[in-house]
Nanobody
Framework: QVTVVEYGGGLVQPGGSLRLSCAASGRTFSDYGMGWFRQAPGKEREFVASINWSATRREYGDAVKGRFAISRDNTKDMLYLQMNDLRLEDTAVYYC?????????????????WGQGTQVNVSA
């Protein structure tokens, strides 16, 4: 099993940028698709982005398309989420997740392992 820890959250003003990182350990990181999800207060967890094992395919949630970019470095067992043009509604706890397989997926049940989350606050 791959375990993950997220970091890089914080407070940012609207229009600003932030990069989240997710460090993986355990089994072969490069075998698995990876994803980012988020959960805002009082809302259900929602899909943000996913990337396949080889970084040749990416998927994004509608709310973040064109503003966020997911990437991975299999030589370092790292996953990233570059977030640009942040909005108030991007405020949430962001979770890194390890896929059950190598493909991308927006479905939570396709992920086998989750981090503890990192808080992102967008506020003026």
């Amino acid at each position: 099993q791959v375990t993950v820890v997220e970091y890089g959250g914080g407070l940012v003003q609207p229009g600003g940028s932030l990069r989240l990182s997710c460090a993986a350990s355990g089994r072969t990181f490069s075998d698995y698709g990876m994803g980012w999800f988020r959960q805002a207060p009082g809302k259900e967890r929602e899909f943000v982005a996913s990337i396949n094992w080889s970084a040749t395919r990416r998927e994004y949630g509608d709310a973040v398309k064109g503003r966020f970019a997911i990437s991975r470095d299999n030589t370092k067992d790292m996953l990233y989420l570059q977030m640009n043009d942040l909005r108030l509604e991007d405020t949430a706890v962001y979770y890194c997740a390890v896929g059950r397989y190598g493909a991308t997926s927006p479905q939570e049940n396709q992920y086998a392992s989750w981090g503890q989350g990192t808080q992102v606050n967008v506020s003026a």
